[in-house]
C-alpha cells in the first residue's frame, strides 16, 4: 500500500470501515429469557490490563529468540500466524528508528505517552511513521540509569514469548485475537469507561480541565467528551497512582448515561467491579475512606498506591459508585446489591471463587504493582498476577462454564504498525490524525448523536479470550475494539443496548472466539508457572496443586517473590564521605552474567545510585555522598540477569 493510499484510507475510508463492523457484529441466537444467558458461558471474567499495543507483547507472535537462560518458547505444528512484524518492519521501519526486542532483564521500562492528541500524531495521516517524534515518553532521556538504556527510540520495542511467556502460552491452547482496537485515541480513563458502557461523551467536571474536550458550560466542564485521565466525583480515594491518598483540589469527573451495570442490574444478573487496593486501610472520623495500601514491583521501585481511582470506571456513575468503599455484607453477598453497590476489594473475587458463589460478571482489575503499566508495574509482575488468577479459576468448579477474557486498557504510546480503522472520526482542536483539527472526514452534517473528541479506533491492543469453550491455538481477525466485550455481556445475557451515543452498537462480535457446538472436543486446562510462565500441568491433565520452577532465576516462594532471607547487606561509612554496601546472595542462582544496582532512598527520594556485578554471590559498591548522611535509609536492590529481575529492600542505618 502506498503513502498516498494510507493517506486516503484513514481519511476516507473510515465510512467503509463501519459498515463492515455493523456487518460483522453479530449477536448469540438464542431464545433464552433476559438475564439468561444465551450460550455454554455462565460466567464471564475480564481481566483488564494496563498500556500495551499487540506489536509490543505478540509483535513476533509465535516465534521467540530463545536465548539461554530465558524461559523458552516453541509453538506448536501449525500455530497460525499473526499480523505482527515482517522482517521489513524489524529492518527497514519507516519510523525514526526500527522495533528493537527487549529482553526479560529489560522488564522494566519507561511509560511512553499515551495522549489523545499525540497518538494521531504518531499515526501521520496512515503512515504510521511518527513514534518516535510524538508518543516517546518524556522520562526516556537515555540519561537515567536502567536496566534498559531507554531513549526515545524505546517507544518502538516489543517483548517476545521468552518474557510475556504466559501470553503466549494461553495464545497457543485458546485464542488471540489480532484485531482489535482500542475504542478510541488516549489514555486510561477513556478505555475503562469505553470496556463498560461505549460512551465517553456526557462527561461534566466540578472545574476546568482539559480533560473534557467541548463541554457546553462557558468553561467548556460540562456534557463534554472525556479524553484524558481525571478523578471520578463519587470515590473518596482520588488521588495521584503514585502518590497514595488524596489529591488538593482535583477536577472531578462525573458521566451522564448508563453503563453494563445498570443492564445487569435490570435483569437480576449477578456482577462486580473487584480492584486492587479497594479496600479502605483507614477511615476519617466522619466515615470517608483512606486508600494507602502501596507495593513495590519487582524492580524494588518506590512504593506505589494499589489503587487508582481513575483506573475505577463505575466510579464516575452515581448509580453504580461505592464512594466510601463500603465491604459487601457477606461474601456470598458479592455480586448482589447490597451497600458494597458491585465495587470490591479484589481479595473478594478470591473469596467469592473459593466459597463458590462467584459472579456472572466479574471484572478484575490488579494493584497498580501488578497490572503491567510501564514505570510502576511491568511484563513480569502482570504475568505472575495473570497466572494466579488464571489458574485459581481453571481450578474451580465453575471453569467447565467460564470465560476469561484479558484485555488492555489502553496502548501506552507504544509502536504498532496496523494503521487503526477510523469508524468514528472527530473535528476538534483536540485531533491531528490527518491535519490539524481532524481525524477522519466528519460530514457536513453528521447525524445524531454525533459528539466530537471520540475519534477511533485508537490502537491496535492485544485480547485474548480464556475458556474450555474458545478455539484452541486460534488467532481470530474479525474487527472488534473495547465494547465489543460489553457487546458480549449484552448479548450473552440478553440485556438490550446501553443507548445514545454508545460503540456497543457498532461493535464487532467476540463469537468467532468461541466453538459452542456441543459435539466438538473443549480446549484443555493449561496451568502455567507464575515466574516462568511456562506450562506447569501438560494440556488434557486435570490441574494439580503443585508448581514447577521451570526456568525459573530463583527458587521462587509462592508468588513468585525471592525466598525468605536470600540477601544480607552491610552499610559501612568510610573517609571523605565514602559509604560501602557489601551484599551476599543466598539460595539463588543465576545462569550468565548478573549486575546488581543499589538505590540508596530516604522518604521516597532516591539520594544516590550505584551498580555492581554479581561475582560468587556477591555484590558490593562504593557511594561517594555530598556529605554526611546519618541516620535511617532505604536500600532498594535489583539483580538483574538474563533470565530476569528480582527486588530486594532493606532498611539500613548509617551511623
Not at 499525540?118 to 540509569?145: I, M, N, R, S
Not at 483536540?430 to 459528539?451: E, F, R, T, W
Request: glycine fraction near 10%.
Amino acid at each position: 500500500m502506498t503513502p498516498r493510499n494510507i493517506r486516503h484510507y484513514a481519511a476516507a475510508g473510515l465510512t467503509l470501515a463501519a459498515l463492515v463492523i455493523a456487518g460483522l457484529a453479530t449477536s448469540v441466537a438464542d431464545s433464552s429469557p433476559p438475564g439468561q444467558p444465551a450460550t455454554p458461558i455462565k460466567h464471564l471474567v475480564v481481566i483488564f490490563e494496563e498500556n500495551a499495543t499487540f506489536d509490543h507483547y505478540f509483535g513476533t507472535y509465535p516465534h521467540a529468540a530463545n536465548p539461554p537462560g530465558e524461559p523458552g518458547f516453541t509453538p506448536r505444528p501449525g500455530t497460525p500466524p499473526v499480523n505482527g512484524l515482517t522482517e521489513t518492519l524489524l529492518t527497514n521501519n519507516p519510523n525514526a528508528a526500527d522495533p528493537q526486542r527487549l529482553d526479560r532483564a529489560q522488564a522494566l521500562t519507561c511509560d511512553q505517552d499515551h495522549h489523545y492528541r499525540e497518538e494521531q500524531e504518531a499515526y501521520d495521516e496512515g503512515l504510521v511513521d511518527k513514534f518516535v517524534q510524538h508518543t516517546a515518553g518524556q522520562e526516556c532521556t537515555g540519561t537515567e540509569p536502567g536496566p534498559t538504556g531507554e531513549n526515545k527510540t524505546t517507544v518502538m520495542d516489543y517483548y517476545d514469548g521468552n518474557t510475556v511467556t504466559a501470553l503466549w502460552n494461553y495464545a497457543q491452547h485458546y485464542t488471540l485475537e489480532d484485531n482489535s482496537f482500542e475504542t478510541e485515541f488516549g489514555p486510561s480513563t477513556p478505555g475503562h469507561l469505553n470496556l463498560i458502557s461505549g460512551e465517553t461523551g456526557g462527561a461534566s467536571a466540578t472545574k476546568a480541565t482539559s480533560s473534557v474536550a467541548n463541554g457546553s458550560s462557558p468553561n467548556g466542564s460540562l456534557n463534554g467528551s472525556l479524553i484524558g485521565n481525571a478523578y471520578p466525583l463519587y470515590d473518596d480515594c482520588v488521588g495521584d497512582g503514585g502518590k497514595p491518598g488524596g489529591v488538593s483540589e482535583p477536577a472531578l469527573i462525573s458521566m451522564s448515561g448508563r453503563n453494563v451495570g445498570n443492564l445487569l442490574n435490570a435483569q437480576g444478573v449477578t456482577w462486580g467491579w473487584f480492584q486492587g487496593g479497594f479496600a479502605p486501610t483507614a477511615r476519617t472520623a466522619e466515615g470517608t475512606a483512606e486508600c494507602r495500601a502501596v507495593h513495590e514491583n519487582i524492580g524494588a521501585l518506590r512504593p506505589y498506591s494499589d489503587y487508582v481511582s481513575y483506573h475505577n470506571p463505575f466510579q464516575y456513575y452515581e448509580s453504580t459508585a461505592n464512594r466510601h468503599h463500603l465491604p459487601p455484607t457477606s461474601v456470598s453477598a458479592v455480586g448482589e446489591s447490597d451497600q458494597a453497590n458491585h465495587q470490591y476489594d479484589l481479595s473478594y473475587f478470591t473469596a467469592a471463587l473459593q466459597e463458590g458463589s462467584l459472579p456472572a460478571v466479574s471484572i478484575l482489575k490488579p494493584a497498580a504493582y501488578e497490572d503491567g503499566h510501564p514505570g510502576y508495574s511491568d511484563p513480569l509482575d502482570e504475568q505472575r498476577y495473570l497466572v494466579d488468577a488464571i489458574n485459581a479459576i481453571e481450578r474451580s468448579p465453575d471453569w467447565s462454564s467460564t470465560a476469561v477474557v484479558i484485555s488492555w486498557d489502553d496502548s501506552d504510546g507504544w509502536y504498532d504498525h496496523v494503521m487503526p480503522p477510523i469508524v468514528r472520526p472527530s473535528a476538534s482542536p483536540q485531533d491531528a490524525l490527518n491535519g490539524p483539527g481532524k481525524c477522519g472526514v466528519v460530514p457536513s452534517q453528521p447525524p445524531p448523536p454525533y459528539q466530537p473528541d471520540r475519534c477511533g479506533y485508537g490502537p491496535r491492543l492485544p485480547l485474548l479470550v480464556i475458556s474450555p469453550w474458545a478455539r484452541e491455538d486460534h488467532v481470530d481477525s474479525t474487527l472488534t475494539d473495547q465494547s465489543s466485550i460489553l457487546r458480549f455481556i449484552e448479548d450473552n445475557w440478553r440485556l438490550g443496548r446501553i443507548g445514545g451515543d454508545s460503540s456497543d452498537a457498532e461493535a464487532g462480535s467476540l463469537e468467532n472466539a468461541f466453538d459452542f457446538n456441543a459435539g466438538d472436543p473443549r480446549a484443555p486446562t493449561v496451568i502455567l508457572n507464575d515466574t516462568t510462565g511456562e506450562v506447569v500441568t501438560p494440556p488434557g491433565e486435570p490441574p494439580g496443586q503443585s508448581s514447577s520452577t521451570g526456568h525459573a532465576l530463583p527458587t521462587p516462594t509462592p508468588g513468585g517473590r525471592p525466598p525468605a532471607g536470600a540477601v544480607s547487606c552491610s552499610v559501612s561509612p568510610k573517609k571523605h564521605h565514602l559509604l560501602a554496601i557489601a551484599c551476599r546472595f543466598r539460595a539463588i542462582h543465576v545462569h550468565g552474567r548478573a549486575a546488581v544496582r543499589f538505590r540508596l532512598v530516604r522518604h521516597g527520594r532516591v539520594l544516590y545510585t550505584a551498580r555492581s556485578p554479581l561475582r560468587n554471590s556477591r555484590a558490593a559498591a562504593t557511594l561517594r555522598l555530598n556529605g554526611a548522611l546519618k541516620g535511617r535509609c532505604t536500600l532498594r536492590i535489583a539483580l538483574t540477569s538474563a533470565s530476569g529481575i528480582l527486588g530486594f529492600v532493606r532498611s539500613v542505618s548509617i551511623r
